[in-house]
């Protein structure tokens, strides 16, 4: 069965503490893995990881995939209160249109 | 662009009822997909469809029912409900050439509560 599974579930830091999140998996026809951030509503798209080794990086969001160890980190350096949210990580397969498999999320909170 | 909307944001409904759930995109997007969210758990794919007149099951199918007779339109029905349908229901489109992965597009969620 293909598992997503994401630690810790939730987390609680000061602003300005930089956070590492994991996300790993076990499945069949692994294309790539996706990162989204939930707020209130509905999640939005940070990154899309294919190859391995090939850091992301989108302000203060990074992100990188090791395909041999099956799993993705996700670091936010100087965490402000705006980053509080779900993340989210997801995998999508080969041939399996598009469909995904998201992990149970980490909830991140951070206090001023 | 709306993007990808969905209605209605709320509904109770008592068990055994019916509904559908509407969704539709203005983006012109060729795959959707409808998800659900528990409390303190990730999505899960309910079904999805990579065209009009083309759907398919994902992780929890079971209870629900899904057409896409339009590009823009894809929606969700659910006959008979149950207490353990009570969710948050998600859906999203993409634009996915062949062989390709494209970011998922969200709409804002439908919270589903049967008593």
């Known amino acids: 069965e293909d598992k997503v599974v994401q630690s810790p579930l939730s987390l609680v830091v000061h602003e300005g503490d930089t956070v590492t999140l994991n996300c790993s998996y076990e499945?069949?026809?692994?294309?790539?893995l996706l990162w989204y951030k939930q707020e209130k509503k509905a999640p939005t798209f940070l990154f899309m990881l294919t190859s391995s080794g090939i850091e992301k990086k989108s302000g203060r969001l990074s992100s990188i995939l090791d395909k041999k160890e099956l799993f993705s980190i996700l670091n936010i350096t100087a965490t402000q209160t705006g980053d509080s949210a779900i993340y989210l990580c997801?995998?999508?397969?080969?041939?399996?249109?598009?469909?995904?498999?998201f992990g149970q999320g980490t909830e991140l909170s951070v206090k001023p | 662009n709306a993007g990808v909307t969905q209605t209605p944001k709320f509904r109770i409904l008592k068990i055994g009822q019916s509904m559908t759930l509407q969704c539709a995109q203005d983006?012109?997007?060729?795959?959707m997909y409808w998800y659900r969210q528990d409390p303190g758990m990730g999505l899960k794919l309910i079904y999805y469809s990579v065209g009009a007149g083309i759907t398919d099951k994902g992780e929890v199918p079971n209870g629900y029912n899904v057409s896409r007779s339009t590009t823009e339109d894809f929606p969700l029905r659910l006959e008979l409900a149950a207490p353990s349908q009570t969710s948050v229901y998600f859906c999203a489109s993409s634009y996915t050439p062949p062989g390709q992965v494209a970011e998922q597009f969200f709409g804002p969620g439908t919270r589903l509560t049967v008593l």
């Open positions: 983006m012109n997007h060729n795959y």
């Open positions: 499945v069949t026809n692994f294309r790539s």
């Open positions: 997801a995998v999508d397969f080969y041939n399996q249109g598009g469909k995904l498999i």
